[in-house]
């Protein structure tokens, strides 16, 4: 089979069974467990476990809708999870006093991950078709007071309505679609003026366009592979990178 053709196999399983890269039977380890049949009327629990036995893991209840597009449908495997799993390892500590934006939220699972572990306040932003479902997910985790949701259009002004400095950037699954690379280093750019922003970025490798997005990106920041997660062996298997933005 071709390379294009083994591509296009792996995204249509992908949409099949989002979940299916990590909790793979020959894997040596997993970032998500096997999740029971819990969904019902559009409705899963996602559970992400603690690092270390013992250790409380989180779980997120999601509302899933695919009607505005894919992002409605959350993608709990891959960058998404990763991201999470990261967070968790990170511990409250991490975010406690901190300001956090979540580029691309979708159905804004690691925005509400960033939540329940203890950040001063979440901002979970993406489109407007995106906003009721992020809203929903809001309220079904109680996290009305710690999470608030914004529209926020890549390449646009940034909105009166965010803080126009946040103490971290967190980003999953955001290099997909290649008219919006640009847009989306304006709107990196806008919100890090400084290297005093953390910004934590999870990309999967997919196609070879993935190369423009990162040589837009490198003309304002420089980056590094995240080192310290115990879960990078298992997702690197999958093409899943989790980077350290810098701002230059």
Same mark, same amino acid.
């Given at each position: 089979?071709?390379?294009?053709?083994?591509?296009?196999?792996?995204?249509?399983?992908?949409?099949?069974?989002?979940?299916?890269?990590?909790?793979?039977?020959?894997?040596?380890?997993?970032?998500?467990?096997?999740?029971?049949?819990?969904?019902?009327?559009?409705?899963?629990?996602?559970?992400?476990?603690?690092?270390?036995?013992?250790?409380?893991?989180?779980?997120?209840?999601?509302?899933?809708?695919?009607?505005?597009?894919?992002?409605?449908?959350?993608?709990?495997?891959?960058?998404?999870?990763?991201?999470?799993?990261?967070?968790?390892? *990170?511990?409250? /500590?991490? &975010?406690? @006093?901190? %300001? #956090?934006? +979540? =580029?691309?939220? !979708?159905?804004? $699972?690691?925005?509400?991950?960033?939540?329940?572990?203890?950040?001063?306040?979440?901002?979970?932003?993406?489109?407007?078709?995106?906003?009721?479902?992020?809203?929903?997910?809001? *309220?079904?985790? /109680?996290? &009305?007071? @710690?999470? %608030? #949701?914004? +529209? =926020?259009?890549? !390449?646009?002004? $940034?909105?009166?309505?965010?803080?126009?400095?946040?103490?971290?950037?967190?980003?999953?699954?955001?290099?997909?679609?290649?008219?919006?690379?640009?847009?989306?280093?304006?709107?990196?750019?806008?919100?890090?003026?400084?290297?005093?922003?953390?910004?934590?970025?999870?990309?999967?490798?997919?196609?070879?366009?993935?190369?423009?997005?990162?040589?837009?990106?490198?003309?304002?920041?420089?980056?590094?592979?995240?080192?310290?997660?115990?879960?990078?062996?298992?997702?690197?298997?999958?093409?899943?990178?989790?980077?350290?933005?810098?701002?230059?």
């Amino acid at each position: 089979m071709s390379e294009r053709g083994n591509m296009e196999r792996e995204e249509f399983l992908d949409d099949q069974d989002p979940l299916r890269h990590l909790r793979s039977p020959d894997a040596d380890g997993v970032l998500v467990p096997a999740q029971p049949p819990s969904i019902l009327d559009q409705r899963t629990d996602l559970y992400i476990p603690g690092i270390n036995p013992g250790d409380p893991g989180i779980t997120v209840k999601l509302a899933l809708d695919a009607a505005p597009g894919c992002g409605g449908i959350a993608w709990p495997a891959g960058e998404a999870s990763v991201l999470s799993s990261y967070l968790l390892q *990170r511990g409250p /500590s991490f &975010l406690r @006093t901190k %300001t #956090v934006l +979540e =580029l691309g939220s !979708g159905t804004g $699972l690691v925005g509400l991950v960033a939540g329940h572990i203890g950040a001063e306040h979440v901002w979970i932003s993406d489109q407007s078709p995106l906003l009721d479902i992020m809203r929903q997910n809001v *309220r079904l985790n /109680s996290l &009305l007071s @710690t999470v %608030t #949701v914004a +529209e =926020l259009n890549w !390449g646009d002004p $940034l909105p009166p309505s965010i803080p126009q400095k946040f103490d971290v950037i967190l980003a999953a699954d955001c290099v997909y679609f290649e008219p919006a690379f640009p847009l989306l280093v304006k709107t990196l750019k806008d919100l890090v003026p400084d290297k005093s922003v953390e910004v934590l970025f999870c990309y999967k490798k997919r196609r070879k366009a993935d190369k423009r997005f990162f040589a837009l990106l490198k003309k304002e920041f420089t980056w590094n592979e995240v080192t310290d997660d115990v879960n990078r062996e298992t997702y690197t298997r999958e093409a899943i990178s989790l980077l350290s933005l810098v701002r230059k």
